[in-house]
């Protein structure tokens, strides 16, 4: 692969990359790259996003860390801050990058616990926080899906950003992969990298997937709103889950929102954008009557787009096609989960702790 394909491929699919000059010159000698997921429960299909841009990464010759964030999970309260289940959910989500087709042969998975058992690590956390102000660390807490004020109720909140920014120096990756909610600590790194005797990580961001339910007020800016309104597992009626039923996908498509013609912050659309036409050679069949203009071919993006733009393209259409199109996409990954059984007792444990979530909510 030459250094223009390399390049292409990591572009591919994502909303930025700080500095495309700088990873030009590491693709030239070759680097260590990394992501970090918090095991916070049950896979959502906003997650395909991340996991395919890691494939690109070590296609393109990097040699890539996935870091299980199990401690920033516990701190984040995720799982009730139960450390077993939030280990169990770790090794789910090695199942779910498996089931996609991630080649985790090629994957140095590293566990938090790593980290945190090492004296030397919490020394580089105390240098990252002497060398940021409060106000900074406060917000960068966005990083965990928190709003700043939330630090304010739970001090150890505070710490999240600063382990972040010191997973980065400690494991000395070149790359710094993550959502676009992630940028703020990946700049911090970048910032505080040379006067901590660090080189500055690359920093790229692929998009966020918005839940279900859309966007329909934009009080605070597009950064703070897309987090807001993100796809996320604690709101599951706006949140298709890799292990849903075909029969769930297809109720959840239904109810989404999805207005005529509307494109920007439109999750139906944004599944096709950043889910379906993601993949090469895809091509969305819409089945409609033949008074409704006859079953249609929807071989790109673009001409998607197009179509929905000028009305020729009903909503509910729309979502019918794009239920089916996920429902056969998501297939060997329901398919995986069923049959390995470790894959399946984890499974059924998180949807057990969610169930009974929902019923103390209730």
Same mark, same amino acid.
């Given at each position: ?31 260590? &790259? ?6 916070? &429960? ?16 070590? *296609? ?16 984040? *309260? ?68 928190? !709003? ?8 150890? !909140? ?35 990298? !040379?006067?901590? &005797? ?17 966007? !329909? ?26 292990? *849903?039923?075909?029969? *769930? ?114």
């Amino acid at each position: 692969m030459s250094l223009e394909e390399k390049l292409n491929l990591i572009r591919r699919n994502t909303v930025e990359i700080i500095t495309e000059s700088e990873l030009r010159e590491l693709l030239k000698k070759g680097g260590y &790259g990394y992501i970090g997921f918090e095991p916070s &429960g049950l896979v959502h299909i906003g997650w395909i996003i991340w996991a395919r841009k890691l494939q690109d990464l070590i *296609d393109a010759g990097v040699d890539m860390i996935v870091l299980a964030a199990t401690w920033h999970a516990w701190i984040n *309260d995720k799982l009730g801050g139960d450390i077993k289940l939030i280990r169990e959910a770790s090794q789910f989500v090695k199942h779910f990058l498996k089931a996609l087709g991630v080649k985790i042969k090629d994957v140095n998975f590293i566990d938090a616990e790593e980290l945190v058992s090492d004296s030397n690590y919490w020394a580089l956390v105390l240098k990252v926080a002497k060398k940021l102000t409060l106000a900074r660390v406060k917000r960068a807490t966005t990083i965990m899906g928190r !709003k700043s004020s939330e630090a304010e109720l739970d001090f150890s !909140k505070l710490i999240y950003p600063c382990m972040q920014v010191a997973d980065i120096f400690y494991l000395k990756v070149d790359i710094a992969l993550g959502g676009t909610d992630q940028r703020r600590a990946h700049v911090l790194a970048r910032e505080i990298a !040379k006067p901590l &005797g660090f080189k500055k990580p690359i920093a790229i961001h692929t998009p966020l997937l918005i839940g279900l339910g859309g966007v !329909k007020r934009m009080e605070a800016g597009e950064e703070e709103m897309l987090i807001e309104y993100k796809m996320s597992k604690s709101k599951p009626e706006t949140c298709i889950f890799v292990h *849903d039923t075909p029969n *769930d996908i297809r109720r959840k498509i239904r109810m989404a929102y999805c207005p005529p013609r509307q494109i920007k912050y439109n999750p139906i659309i944004e599944i096709n954008k950043l889910i379906l036409f993601s993949k090469e050679d895809f091509v969305l069949h819409v089945e409609r009557e033949e008074k409704y203009g006859g079953p249609l071919d929807i071989e790109s993006f673009s001409q998607l787009v197009e179509l929905y733009k000028a009305g020729k393209l009903h909503p509910l259409d729309l979502k019918n096609a794009t239920a089916e199109a996920l429902i056969k996409e998501l297939e060997p990954i329901r398919k995986y989960l069923n049959e390995n059984e470790e894959a399946k007792r984890i499974l059924k444990s998180l949807i057990d702790v969610v169930f009974k979530r929902k019923l103390k909510l209730r």
